[in-house]
């Protein structure tokens, strides 16, 4: 996983919608089960409510499914061996 300090690092780069994260990480919300993009639309999950990924592949293994607004990593998740989304 990651140190606290760049856990901060990565949440200052979601809150901010920084593309140069694109991935770079992918954050999982504890709360509703979702992972997304550094630069999704969706509204920003408190700092306590996030757990950070560095592949797509990892988030789905920890249990969280793809956000179906900024769609994080198709390319990698069809490569896992998703062909399409559904939630």
């Known amino acids: 996983?990651?140190?606290?300090?760049q856990r901060q690092e990565y949440y200052q780069a979601l809150i901010s919608k920084d593309d140069r994260y694109e991935n770079i990480f992918f954050v999982a919300v504890k709360?509703?089960?979702?992972?997304?993009?550094p630069t999704c639309p969706a509204r920003k999950p408190?700092?306590?409510n996030?757990?950070?990924y560095k592949?797509?592949?990892e988030a789905l293994h920890a249990s969280y499914r793809p956000c179906q607004r900024c769609k994080p990593?198709?390319?990698s998740l069809r490569s896992f061996g998703f062909s399409s989304y559904s939630c």
């Open 1 to 5: 996983m990651f140190n606290e300090l």
């Open 31 to 37: 709360t509703i089960g979702v992972f997304c993009r």
């Open 46 to 48: 408190k700092f306590e």
């Open 50 to 52: 996030c757990e950070f």
């Open 55 to 57: 592949t797509a592949k």
């Open 73 to 75: 990593s198709f390319s």
